[in-house]
């Protein structure tokens, strides 16, 4: 296996985009990209897209045809939330194979206005989840935020306080969905929607891409003096647990790709300089510091009383504004967040930079099942 | 690159499952792929699922969970027609990259009784071909089709052999999806559907899944003695031409196909023991004939008159039945044609073997548009 970079990010404000289509919003992330890395379509060997709700509507061909129809490899992907970020996992294994020197991963959605009971692929008829209804998103992550009340102490209050960091990151990023900041009363006063997230502790529906360029040691020479290295690329599903059928265990997904990753890329979690991780609702971004371990069990709570997932903490966590500020339009979000970590390991963050960032995580769960960690290195 | 070989294939019969799902079905030719090669799930380290239909539904993830949920890397893929080939190729990549030593390709598709006018990714209203009608399939090919005739003076009765000649290989293929002959004469009365193809010149809908289990040198030895080799997987889109707009060319991509798998596999036409291509028409076979060099511009007819591609002449094509026989249950196609590929080239192919099969091309064409060739040696 060869070394990967990425020479080149790209990405739309994510947001309404009722007048574009998803191939267009697609394109726009697609030449940002090339623009950023100062490439042509032409440069590029194989495209992959990544999008959920038009898995099936050729839209990485269509991509093409919009920049340029050059008759490369195209092909696209879905693997529920991880779907960005396993296409840009294919993209460079592309590369990584030998077979190709540039690549590129495409992630995009058009969610509109749908609500947030979009279950997944736990919920429905044919399971106990789906039957109880616990199977919907907003569920599953309120019963395990409660979880990690019952059995460490922590409080409403230690949840609602993620929000409030992530949206005060959000003010920085002028591609966040929302750029607004909101009191720790603003989140605990806010409507529930499944205790003990209130509607801010829940990422927003909407629409947005965002694409990566990927290539060899060799071929980026032409291209950048400032590479970002992929320094371990994980993905795993689901393995057998005896879980609770009430309860579906939305940590051990992601502590297996973590073991993995850490292993792999010989970095650890006091190595990293940043994470974006995927704060679906408030409860699943501090159930993730100690999946990640950030933290050490139970200890999330006081993680996040003590500032040190902030900017200015010792391990900024979703300097971007996360999901539930940045927004979380499906298949965009796992590009989106390699976009965060490329830029911030460049020193390009603006008012949201982590000084002196050399190693940061981009991580994504998909129930249903899908988990992807990505760590890349200055 | 690694070499990557194929290690065991699985297919169930095409035809109609309406009490079974999609996953269920995907699992059965999984199982059977194992076993075919004397695995077990706990060998395989990455599995990518290939559906058109239901692309977001996390087939990929739910097949493992009935075959067995050991937390491997799981995606899923979709690429029209060329879905279930595009899968294989992901898997093939997984191995020859160094990054797996044993990945699994499962292509499933559930149509039911769907009519045959699923237009594809070129129609639609936002093309020309999409309101001219012309970019529903039956009429893309029909067109293709009168081409030929105007340019080449092929006939209505060459493209109607072609249907005798694939119902004719069928009835020695148990897992088609029909296993009767037709005569001249029924396939030249039977109901126009878009000239010249009639009824039985056009595949039929149906449901099918097939797996196929891939393997580096290393890890086949436990398992088989008669490894198949992929001697070079090529994934294409449509390159820019300036085709006449009511007229998609369906000739070009497969064309570009076929010249790089050539190169780069070292095989020319020449060398072929028999091929499975894209007969979604009887009209799109006699074209891919030239389109694939396995005779000149314009000669396609004559090879047919001349039983060239029969079973017993010199380069035997679609002797699984082929679309038009055998079935196109969408995103199964692609890995069906490996599934015979492979049998053919063990030798196992009973009654429809092809005597002293040493290379195998499989071809797909998907409208919107992939192209993949895979070349496979015994």
Redesign the interface.
């Known amino acids: ?1 060869r070394d990967v970079y990425v020479v080149g990010v790209g990405m739309i404000k994510f947001g309404r985009y009722p007048d574009k289509d998803v191939s267009q919003m697609g394109a726009e992330a697609g030449v940002l990209a090339l623009k950023d890395a100062g490439a042509s379509i032409k440069d590029v060997e194989m495209l992959v897209c990544g999008n ?2 038009q ?4 839209n ?3 991509i ?2 919009q920049i ?13 939330c991880a ?1 960005g970020s ?1 296409a840009f996992r ?1 993209a460079y ?2 590369v ?4 190709y020197d540039a690549t590129m991963a495409v992630g995009v959605e058009q969610m509109g206005k749908m609500g947030l009971l979009g279950g997944g ?1 736990r919920s429905g008829g044919e399971s106990v989840e789906g039957v109880l209804g616990s199977g919907l998103m907003p569920a599953v992550f309120g019963q395990a935020g409660v979880e990690h009340m019952r059995k460490h102490g922590t409080t409403a209050e230690h949840f609602a306080k993620i929000s409030v960091k992530n949206h005060k990151h959000s003010v920085h990023n002028p591609l966040s969905q929302y750029q607004v900041e909101v009191s720790l009363d603003d989140v605990m006063n806010a409507r529930m929607v499944a205790y003990p997230n209130t509607l801010y502790m829940c990422c927003p529906t909407g629409d947005g891409a965002a694409a990566a360029l990927l290539m060899s040691e060799d071929k980026l020479r032409q291209f950048t003096s400032k590479p970002i290295k992929v320094a371990t690329s ?7 647990t005896d879980r609770d059928l009430t309860m579906p265990d939305v940590n051990t997904l992601t502590q ?1 790709a973590a073991k993995e990753a850490y292993e792999k890329a010989g970095i650890g979690p006091q190595d990293l300089s940043l994470v974006e991780l995927h704060d679906c609702f408030a409860t699943a971004e501090l159930l993730h510091y100690e999946n990640l371990g950030l933290c050490g069990a139970g200890e999330a709570g006081r993680m996040i009383d003590e500032g040190r997932t902030e900017l200015g903490g010792d391990i900024p966590v979703n300097v971007s504004g996360g999901l539930l500020s940045k927004g979380h339009p499906l298949g965009a979000t796992g590009v989106a967040n390699i976009y965060e970590i490329v830029t911030q390991l460049r020193g390009q963050g603006g008012a949201r930079q982590v000084e002196g960032a050399k190693a940061g995580l981009a991580h994504v769960i ?1 129930l ?3 988990c992807t960690i990505h760590i890349l290195t200055a």
């Open positions: 296996m959920l709700f898995a099936n509507a050729m990485a061909q269509k093409l045809q340029g129809q050059t008759g490369i490899p195209a092909l696209n992907v879905s693997n529920a779907t396993t294919e294994i592309g990584a194979s030998g077979m692929a994980v993905l795993t599903s689901d393995p057998y297996n998909g249903g099942s899908a």
